[in-house]
């Protein structure tokens, strides 16, 4: 019998809750998938030909325009990829060689299927600032506000980023921003390292064409990947460290603690002041040897 008693409602809200809490606030499909249905079906087989075709995302269909993923890319249920191997990180690399400007980096990047975030997201998160500063921030992914607007670190903690950077005398028109995974991974969830492996290239390039005098990375994840390290970003911060871009350009970095980290922990946010004092006395010698802009 499928009746619902008033018992049974405060469950279903409770895990609902408990869904929210976990990050998990964005449906996949519109249709509710029933997996234990689907794990009971007779023939295997039959049931894994069904499955795309029932749930694939509208967006998850190579379009016309698209250059065609690799065949062993095939968004799957759950928002993976069939056989993780090294194809998406060569297809990656070759995509962002390619990009001569910044635009053309977008373009290409919005035209890679290979990443299975990107089936999942609702918008591309490209940069946002400008290109031309001196000065450029990396984070680690966009959140849920970050994936609606299209623009990186605009929610709580992009907030908290804008009244750091006024501390020291910048805005969104004299800094340049970005994320190593530019797109949102499903309920906030830590990209796997193979995502940001795929994802790399794209960020490298990104860096290399701004080519800013000075980077700063906010967070372990972000540092973890520019600074090729394995070092907590405990210990990384508060010291130069140095980028060094696929052609070999020497670019010096500070690494910091994500804005977000901040949020949950106030008391580090001393931290992450020193650090801007020290970004800030970094640029004001450059400044004396050369205008910035
Ligand atoms: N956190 C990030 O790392 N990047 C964003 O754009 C927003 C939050």
Redesign the pocket.
Known sequence: MNIRTETETPGLRELLAFYAEAGVDAALVDEPINHLAARSAVDPQEAVAQRPAAIEPERARPTAAAPAAPRNNQFQPGGTVAVPDEAQIALARQRAATAATLDELRDQMAAFDGCNLKFTAKNL?FADGNPEADIMLV?????RD?DLEGL??V?R??QLLDRILAAIGLDRGSVYIA?VIPWRPPGNRTPTPHETEICRPFIERQIELANPRVLVT??GPSAKTLLNTTEGVMRLRGNWKTHVTSSGISIPAMPTL?P?YLLRNPAHKKFAWRDFLEIKVRLDQLREQAPLS
């Open positions: 998160v984070g680690e992914a966009p959140g970050e990186p670190f929610g903690s992009g994320n906010l967070g994500h977000a």
